[in-house]
């Protein structure tokens, strides 16, 4: 199972911008990139990149968010621009990696005040 360590969560204004940072164990992934959880509900899908660099987002970060990943450094962004309160929530890093085994940060939080 790939380790995965989360930071850059933090609270911030509505209209401001947070960059969440994952250091993995490897680099070697089918897909990597970001969930949430906020209080009370499911986890859901935040923006992913696959091994040959697509990507794909939640409708509601559509233009505001954008996933990348350093090979070199084993490290995955998201970058969080013009947040709102309703992206307040726990993000997950999340990685599925061979054998289609899939692991979880233990997750850091974002609170975005209005």
């Known amino acids: 199972q790939v380790q995965l360590v989360e930071s850059g969560g933090g609270l911030v204004q509505a209209g401001g911008s947070l960059r969440l940072s994952c250091a993995a164990s490897?680099?070697?992934?089918?897909?990597v990139g970001w969930y949430r959880q906020a209080p009370g509900k499911r986890r859901d899908l935040v923006a992913t990149?696959?091994?040959?660099?697509?990507?794909n987002y939640a409708d509601s970060v559509k233009g505001r968010f954008t996933v990348s990943r350093d090979y070199a450094k084993n490290m995955v962004y998201l970058q969080m621009n013009r947040l709102k309160p309703d992206d307040t929530a726990v993000y997950y890093c999340?990685?599925?990696?061979?054998?289609?085994?899939?692991?979880w940060g233990q997750g850091t939080q974002v609170t975005v005040s209005s």
């Open positions: 990149i696959d091994s040959d660099g697509s990507t």
């Open positions: 999340y990685a599925l990696g061979l054998g289609y085994v899939t692991s």
């Open positions: 490897t680099s070697i992934f089918i897909t």
